[in-house]
Structure formats: C-alpha cells, structure tokens
C-alpha cells in the first residue's frame, strides 16, 4: 500500500528527473544558438568554461544527442505523473498532442536551414522546440493518466463502486448475524454484519420515523 512518504518521495524523484531533461534543452538551446545568446550578452566566461566541460561528455553533440536525452528524461518523470481524475480525456487528444509536439520538438532543426540572422533564427529555434516540449509534456501527462486508469486493480480506488465487505459468517452463542448485499465491482455479492460480542453496546441510528428513537441499546 502506497503511504504519503512514498508518493511525495516519487513526485520528489520525477520533478528532479523533469528537472534534469530542462536543464540538458536549456544547455543544448545555449551551445546551438551561442551567437545569439552573445550578441543578446546572456554570456559569461564562467558559464562557457563549465560548458565546455560538459560538451566533453558527448551528451551535447549534434542537435539529435541532446534532444533524444531531454525527451528521455521527460518520458521518465512522466511515469509517475498522477494528476487529477479526468474522465473526458479522449485518446484522439493524446495523439494530436504527441504528434504535434513531436514534430515541432525535432523539425524545428530546419529553422537553421532558413538563412535567417542569429538573433532571429535563435528565436524561432527556441519557440518551437520548447512550443514542441510543452505539447509532448500535455499529450505523456494525458497518456500516463489514461494508461494508469485502464490498469488500475486497487479495490479502494474511487472508480469502484464499494469496498470488499466480510463474507464469513463469524458466530458465537452470544453473537448477531445479519445477513447482507453489497456491490463490489458491478457484482452483487453476499455478506455478514458480525456483532460478536454485543455487550459491549451497540448505537444504532437513522432517519426520523426509522424506529431508531434509542440512541443507545444496551444488549
């Protein structure tokens, strides 16, 4: 059973891993688009040192490397996305996001193809990659929601009509047996109301006129 330490440190893990997928795009943006980072003077030597170290990773080569890694670590934190209940997520959605922000995130490549100036091909690169990043971030967080709703098997879930109930018949000389129904996942089953030991005191309620006007039976 998931406790509220599992779940924060799970939201913990995938908001670190989310983390790390912003920060390989925001180094790529700044090695591919470098010029126009200078001429906008969002340049530093210490910032081009430490770079310059984790180009040599080989994390950054090419424009495919870095994208491929950043969409890895965004799939990986998607994996424990929970979210809200949402019945009207349709799958139509999910692929139009995924698609769209799928082609944006990776065409937008040709942006340099175009021979436009540093500053201005810089700012069409970034807004469609990151444009293309948000729409895969929408599409997976749907997907992730809809897949975990479809294998959920948790019989406490809020989708199940009820909880299981006692189905054993526990007696005594002493004890009261009331049989009764209920419904566990859209199956009438029969159950056991088991008052054991009904010294102890039992308090019944109900609506006015139900015939519960003792607060309190003492058996």
């Known amino acids: 059973m998931n406790t509220g330490e599992d779940t924060q440190g799970l939201r913990k893990i995938t908001d670190f891993t989310r983390l790390i997928s912003i920060f390989i795009l925001s180094i790529h943006f ?17 910032t081009d040192r430490l770079i310059l170290h984790l180009s040599r990773t080989g994390l950054f080569d090419g424009f495919l490397t870095p994208k491929f890694a950043a969409l890895l670590c965004l799939a990986i934190s ?20 995924l698609i769209a922000g799928i082609l944006l995130y990776f065409v937008a490549y040709f942006v340099f193809r175009l021979g436009f100036g540093a500053q ?18 929408s599409g997976g967080a749907m997907l992730s929601r809809l897949i975990k709703s479809s294998i959920n098997t948790d019989v406490f879930n809020s989708e199940n009509e009820t909880f299981p109930q006692e189905e054993r018949l526990l007696e005594n000389e002493y004890s009261v047996n009331l049989p009764a ?25 109900g609506t006015p006129g139900s015939g519960c006007g003792l607060g309190k039976v003492i058996l």
Not at 30 to 46: E, P, V
């Open 181 to 205: 129904k209920y419904n566990l996942k859209g199956k009438i089953r029969n159950s056991y109301i088991n008052i054991i030991n009904p010294f102890r005191g039992l308090l019944v309620t």
């Open 120 to 137: 201005l091909t810089a700012s069409f690169y970034i807004l469609a990659t990151s444009t293309g990043y948000l729409l895969i971030l």
């Open 78 to 97: 998607l994996l424990g996305v929970k979210g809200r209940k949402d019945e009207k997520i349709k799958r139509k959605e999910i692929v139009i996001y």
């Open 30 to 46: 700044y090695m591919s688009c470098y010029l126009a980072f200078k001429i906008w003077g969002f340049t530093a030597g210490i």
